[in-house]
């Protein structure tokens, strides 16, 4: 994929410098035809086109933003009540991802979202352990979020 880029980005330039006029607009013409050109040669390069890991990292983006507010509300939920009544503790998580960096991805996404903590991985990196705020409300969200990212983290790595 960084060398799908380099080659995109190398191709801009040479658009632009065979040009009489060099400006953004020139070199991003440069650069859409780089795209059409990396596409059309896309089964004779060995890895994917490097447009669809892009998007597929976009999507991630949302995807986490999406959780972002979803497990906020729920955490402002808990917070605004008169008498704060949750129900803290740890409970574990299996995961189907496999390799170091699909699974620190996922351990960061699910940390970074309100009401959950990743305290630990295991040695097979399989199972975690999580700190919930709310166990009934906090463990039903945090596996519906594990199930998007899990989904999107393989089409990302994958």
Same mark, same amino acid.
């Given at each position: 994929m960084p060398m799908q880029?380099?080659?995109?980005?190398?191709?801009?330039v040479i658009w632009m410098f065979l040009q009489d006029d060099w400006s953004v607009l020139t070199f991003f013409s440069g650069?859409?035809?780089?795209? @059409?050109?990396?596409?059309?040669?896309?089964?004779?390069?060995?890895?994917q086109f490097y447009l669809v890991t892009l998007l597929a990292i976009v999507q991630l983006f949302f995807?986490?933003?999406y959780e972002l507010f979803t497990s906020s509300i729920l955490v402002i939920r808990q917070i605004i009540r008169p008498k704060i009544n949750i129900t803290p503790g740890i409970f574990t998580l299996e995961? %189907?991802?496999?390799?170091?960096?699909?699974?620190t991805l996922l351990a960061l996404?699910?940390?970074l979202t309100p009401g959950s903590v990743v305290v630990e991985? =295991? =040695?097979? =990196?399989k199972k975690f352990y999580i700190h919930a705020l709310?166990?009934?409300?906090?463990?039903?969200?945090? @596996?519906? =979020?594990?199930?998007?990212? %899990?989904?999107?983290?393989?089409?990302?790595?994958?």
């Open positions: 880029v380099l080659v995109n980005l190398l191709i801009g650069y859409l035809f780089g795209l @059409l050109v990396l596409y059309i040669l896309r089964r004779y390069l060995p890895t995807v986490f933003i995961t %189907e991802l496999e390799g170091d960096m699909e699974v996404l699910l940390t991985v =295991s =040695s097979n =990196s709310d166990i009934p409300e906090s463990s039903n969200a945090v @596996l519906q =979020s594990k199930a998007k990212f %899990e989904k999107a983290i393989k089409k990302v790595t994958r």
